[in-house]
């Protein structure tokens, strides 16, 4: 490491911050990994000599060696030639490229090119969420092309150096690397290229490499960049063809964390004060202070920052924080935000404040706002010096909502959006952590069933992240269910949002995540709103799906995976195996079409007992003579809400049958669907009751309009997930079931 640390060193003092092929070569034989057998034939030397003996095999390959050259085949910088014939073509490069350092003579590595498997790219970066991270993936010239074609998490592999625990973490990393499937022979008509064990080396070579030279370590260097392209496979040996190397001087440790006891003081106040509130007007920190109210905080700790010797709202008034009679948990600041400096400076030092709800924007969100910014990161800075537990969430948030702390710091009329005072029964306990404030209360208000326990809005992230609240929210063993929008993560943020999710799945909780800045436009569309950076989008699916969450693909999904999470939590998914039941044959075919063999769930046929049982039901109604037994069930429109009813009993209890889709057309006259027709008697109510008692995931899709809201209601009032289209439903099942499997969690703990 000391050689390889000396290689940053001199080309730090030319000036450059990218090492060459040649000095790259040097570094990973410094780490014992195989490189081709070189010399450099600098410029003014003549002749190659006993040097060119010295190769191996009747050819070479020449490469141009320059630092300010990456892209050597695109610009004519490579040639394979018959070693009779190099040194005419060393002096034509040499004529091509006056600035090159020298030309690069290497050995000639035999090896299939374009070939699945014999060439692999393993690369690694910096990452400031994540910290370093290992890619391996398919290699060559048209890698990133090849890479592009294939469906998101198949190449390449990713990995976390942070969270690998050991050996058995990069064997599960390798086995899941889908290019080597092709290098060790694991396809079909495949034949073992190459040893697990001689790319494992690879892996801890460059693991070892990071952990070196990376941010807060040893070193004053920190490797940006590091790839290895192509990584061929010859003859059982994995040799370096190419290699690219970026660095910079290293950078501190990590951000300063808040406390557990900070995050819990937003999240369950004992105390509240409210900064902003007008006694004459509806302003915001009025609607807030009402809100407080509204969801059954208790007054006499509830205070209201302001020279006003009244009271207002029945709520006493005191003119600095200093003055507060007790410590206050949650301090909600919604003052013009030249204001919020100094008033943050007056909470930090009067040692009566925790966690302060900032919810005050323009700080950082837009040009000329820098300076306010600063000002109050320098403020909670010198805050949490003095108090451990002083921390800010926002700013440029909604807000908090907490029912069990009895506590909606929104400032959205009541009348606009009614939270905080309750709970839906009929749903998995859950909390909604987002960056956008719009986001939660436009989930929420389509979703009207959905009632979170915490609904926390976390804005710019000055102090708190979201991935802080999560950190914490997934410790609380009532909450079944983690929501959460992301636009951007700050540092070390990747890897506590991994290890949550971890943690949530390890006990058995369902973690659903929207990231939103995804492309370079979403990217900085996100800068305008939080001034906060985003990251890389397929880093985070990988990871975070490697740990266990359901990753939305788009707002609809997220809706869709929310809707199936909170009604069906708890219910084993078993082998994944559905039945699929319907009324109306487009229904039946969507849903089939929906139902891959490989995929999370399957559809069988009914076999024994279960095929008797339905057979039987089918001609008890008069409906053999039009249905088969089979699945999709299409139970045409003729079929009442008994069949129905029968069918899906006989579905649920048998054991060939692990989860439930029920679609039906509702305008059918033989099926109870309005309110005046008794819907309490209907098929979607016994549904409800049926599912109870399996134990097993049903969900439902009504695909027709608003006359059928009630119907759609009563579903929900029983605990039925309903879709609007069978095609979502079926699909959203199958992500829900593909996480509900996930039973093996590998995730390295941060350090104490």
Same mark, same amino acid.
């Given at each position: 490491m000391n050689q390889i640390g000396s290689l940053f060193a001199a080309a730090a003092a030319q000036g450059r911050w990218t090492l060459s092929e040649v000095e790259v070569y040097d570094a990973l034989d410094a780490l014992g990994l195989t490189t081709p057998k070189r010399f450099l034939a600098a410029s003014g030397q003549s002749g190659l000599g006993a040097r060119l003996d010295a190769l191996p095999g009747d050819k070479v390959v020449l490469k141009v060696s320059s630092h300010k050259t990456l892209h050597k085949t695109e610009s004519g910088g490579v040639k394979v030639c018959a070693k009779a014939e190099s040194s005419a073509r060393v002096a034509e490069m040499r004529g091509k490229f006056p600035e090159a350092e020298g030309i690069l003579v290497s050995e000639f590595v035999p090896h299939a090119m374009f070939s699945m498997g014999q060439e692999l790219m393993l690369g690694a970066r910096a990452d400031k969420a994540f910290g370093p991270l290992l890619t391996l993936g398919i290699g060559g010239t048209d890698a990133e092309g090849l890479t592009s074609t294939l469906k998101p998490g198949f190449s390449p592999a990713i990995a976390a150096v942070k969270l690998a625990a050991g050996p058995e973490d990069w064997q599960r990393f390798l086995d899941r690397a889908w290019v080597w499937r092709y290098a060790s022979g694991n396809v079909r008509g495949g034949k073992r290229l190459a040893e697990d064990a001689a790319m494992l080396r690879w892996i801890d070579g460059f693991r070892r490499l990071l952990e070196r030279f990376s941010d807060g370590g040893s070193s004053p260097w920190a490797i940006e960049e590091v790839e290895v392209n192509p990584l061929a496979v010859s003859e059982g040996r994995l040799v370096a063809l190419d290699g690219v190397l970026r660095f910079r001087k290293a950078q501190p440790g990590a951000r300063a964390f808040p406390s557990a006891k900070a995050v819990w003081s937003l999240l369950k106040p004992a105390t509240v004060a409210v900064a902003g509130v007008s006694e004459k007007k509806m302003n915001m920190g009025r609607i807030i202070l009402g809100n407080v109210i509204e969801a059954g905080f208790d007054k006499s700790r509830l205070f209201v920052l302001k020279d006003y010797a009244g009271g207002i709202d029945g709520v006493r008034c005191f003119k600095a924080p200093a003055d507060f009679p007790e410590p206050v948990d949650m301090f909600?600041?919604?003052? #013009?935000?030249?204001?919020?400096?100094?008033?943050?400076?007056? $909470?930090?030092?009067?040692?009566?404040?925790?966690g302060v709800a900032l919810i005050s924007g323009g700080m950082g969100e837009k040009e000329g706002s820098e300076k306010v910014k600063d000002e109050v990161l320098a403020v909670i800075a010198e805050g949490r010096r003095k108090n451990p537990d002083f921390?800010?969430?926002?700013?440029?948030?909604?807000?908090?909502?907490?029912?069990?702390?009895?506590?909606?710091?929104?400032?959205? #009329?009541? +009348?606009?959006?009614?939270?905080?005072?309750?709970?839906? /029964?009929?749903?998995?306990? =859950? *909390?909604?952590?987002?960056?956008?404030?719009?986001?939660?209360?436009?989930?929420?208000?389509?979703?009207e069933w959905l009632k979170p326990a915490y609904c926390v809005t976390v804005g710019n992230q000055m102090d708190?992240?979201?991935?802080?609240?999560?950190?914490?929210?997934?410790?609380?063993?009532?909450?079944?269910?983690?929501?959460? %929008?992301?636009?951007? &993560?700050?540092?070390?943020?990747?890897?506590?949002?991994?290890?949550?999710? $971890?943690?949530?799945? @390890?006990?058995?909780?369902?973690?659903?995540? %929207?990231?939103?800045?995804?492309? #370079?436009?979403?990217? +900085?569309?996100?800068?305008?709103? =939080?001034?906060?950076?985003?990251?890389?989008?397929?880093?985070?699916?990988?990871?975070?799906?490697?740990?266990?969450?359901?990753? @939305?693909?788009?707002?609809?999904?997220?809706?869709?995976?929310?809707?199936? $999470?909170?009604f069906c939590h708890g219910r084993p998914v078993g082998q994944g195996r559905v039945f699929a039941l319907s009324n109306a044959g487009f229904e039946t075919a969507g849903m089939a079409d929906n139902i891959h063999p490989h995929g999370p769930i399957t559809a069988v046929m009914p076999e024994g007992e279960l095929a008797r049982s339905l057979g039987e039901t089918l001609k008890r109604h008069r409906l053999d003579s039009i249905v088969d037994v089979r699945? /999709?069930?299409? *139970?045409?429109?003729? *079929? $009442?809400?008994?069949?129905?009813?029968?069918?899906?009993? *006989?579905? &649920?209890?048998?054991?060939?049958?692990?989860?439930?889709?029920? @679609?039906?057309? /509702?305008?059918? /006259?033989?099926?109870?669907?309005?309110?005046?027709?008794?819907?309490?008697?209907?098929f979607i109510a016994k549904l409800g009751e049926l599912a109870r008692k399996s134990g097993k995931p049903v969900v439902c899709s009504v695909a027709c309009g608003s006359l059928y809201e009630p119907y759609v209601a009563e579903a929900r009032k029983h605990g039925l997930p309903v879709f609007r289209s069978a095609d979502r439903a079926v699909r959203a099942l199958a992500a829900f079931n593909l996480v509900s499997g996930f039973h093996e969690v590998h995730i390295q703990p941060s350090n104490p």
């Open positions: 909600v600041v919604a003052v #013009p935000s030249p204001e919020v400096p100094e008033l943050l400076r007056q $909470a930090a030092n009067s040692g009566q404040v925790r921390a800010v969430s926002g700013g440029n948030s909604l807000g908090i909502v907490s029912v069990p702390g009895k506590v909606n710091t929104f400032f959205i #009329p009541k +009348k606009k959006l009614a939270l905080g005072a309750e709970e839906n /029964p009929a749903h998995a306990r =859950t *909390a909604f952590i987002s960056q956008s404030g719009a986001f939660v209360i436009s989930v929420v208000s389509k979703l708190v992240t979201v991935c802080d609240f999560v950190e914490q929210v997934v410790e609380d063993g009532t909450v079944k269910v983690v929501l959460v %929008y992301l636009e951007g &993560l700050k540092e070390g943020d990747g890897l506590k949002l991994v290890r949550s999710v $971890a943690r949530a799945r @390890a006990a058995g909780k369902t973690v659903i995540v %929207y990231k939103a800045g995804r492309t #370079p436009t979403g990217t +900085k569309a996100v800068m305008g709103h =939080t001034a906060s950076i985003a990251g890389d989008f397929v880093v985070l699916r990988s990871l975070l799906s490697g740990a266990g969450a359901l990753v @939305a693909e788009d707002f609809d999904s997220f809706e869709d995976l929310v809707q199936v $999470a909170c699945n /999709p069930l299409d *139970a045409t429109p003729m *079929a $009442a809400d008994a069949p129905l009813i029968e069918v899906a009993d *006989a579905v &649920l209890e048998s054991a060939q049958v692990d989860c439930l889709v029920a @679609a039906g057309i /509702p305008l059918t /006259p033989a099926m109870k669907t309005l309110p005046e027709e008794g819907l309490a008697d209907s």
